[in-house]
């Protein structure tokens, strides 16, 4: 029910944009995250944000270089990715819940993930 794409090979310091399209508009009541896991690495969040986009919440990591954004018209979550680092790689999920914001894995729906491979 969630798809993402945009993933891809990239260079340090370049930009991507993942987006993630869910399969109908009751997603747009959601809670919509992003996550993302390196090999042999737990999962871990990247950023969040509420249904209306009102409230949004990141990871230090990611603080200042990406920014989590949502067109519930296209029933679609952004994440703009700049100044890419090669610790940034690692597969990509996006997440939804309804209810409460969460920076934990605690999602109900999870799409299937797509590869940011970042080269130094």
């Known amino acids: 029910q969630l798809v993402e794409s945009g993933g891809g090979l990239v260079q340090a310091g370049d930009s991507l944009r993942l987006s993630c399209t869910a399969s109908?508009?009751?997603?747009?009541?959601?809670?919509m995250g992003w996550f993302r896991q390196a090999p042999g690495k737990d999962r871990e969040f990247v950023a969040a944000?509420?249904?209306?986009?009102?409230?949004?919440y990141y990871a230090d990591s990611v603080k200042g270089r990406f920014t989590i954004s949502r067109d519930n018209a296209k029933n679609t979550v952004y994440l703009q990715m700049n100044s890419l680092k090669p610790e940034d790689t690692a597969v990509y999920f996006c997440?939804?819940?309804?209810?409460?914001?969460?920076?934990?894995?605690?999602?109900?729906?999870w799409g299937q993930g797509t590869q940011v491979t970042v080269s130094s």
């Open positions: 109908d508009r009751t997603f747009g009541s959601a809670v």
């Open positions: 997440a939804a819940r309804f209810g409460r914001i969460l920076t934990t894995p605690g999602y109900d729906y």
């Open positions: 944000i509420s249904w209306n986009g009102g409230n949004t």
